[in-house]
């Protein structure tokens, strides 16, 4: 979404004063933790996203080095750091039986993984 937005900058957030950014982030998030009554959100920082998008990223593609250049990191112990370990067992997901190529091949393209094949019938996955 954000490269279909006119490109007036390399920076994400245009041209301007990185602490002003900061700064602008404190005082919104200080008002959304008082309208919500929920002080946690103040711990939120620009760093904390960096944290999630490595995380999640890495659960999605568990590619190490996609996210350590996702990063623009050097080391991979860098990288490292910033991707959390964390469990998703409770993650659900739709399940699919093709039994024909045709099948396989719709459900593939409406975004289904391949999963496993049992009894002549393959199966496919995809996340809730």
């Known amino acids: 979404m954000l490269n279909s937005l006119p490109k007036a900058s390399d920076h994400v957030f245009g041209e301007g004063n990185l602490s002003s950014f900061r700064w602008?982030?404190?005082?919104?998030?200080?008002?959304?933790?008082k309208k919500l009554q929920n002080p946690r959100l103040n711990q939120i920082t620009f760093h904390t996203f960096r944290h999630w998008k490595a995380t999640v990223e890495y659960h999605r593609t568990k590619d190490i080095l996609h996210i350590k250049q996702l990063l623009g990191h050097r080391s991979i112990q860098s990288t490292l750091i910033y991707t959390q370990l964390i469990s998703f067992e409770e993650d659900e997901y739709h399940v699919k039986v093709a039994k024909t190529i045709e099948e396989a091949c719709e459900l593939a393209e409406a975004g289904f993984d391949y999963f496993t094949a049992m009894d002549s019938a393959q199966i496919f996955r995809k996340r809730k």
Request: hydrophobic share 40%; charged share 30%; proline share 0%.
């Open 24 to 33: 602008n982030h404190v005082l919104q998030r200080k008002k959304l933790a």
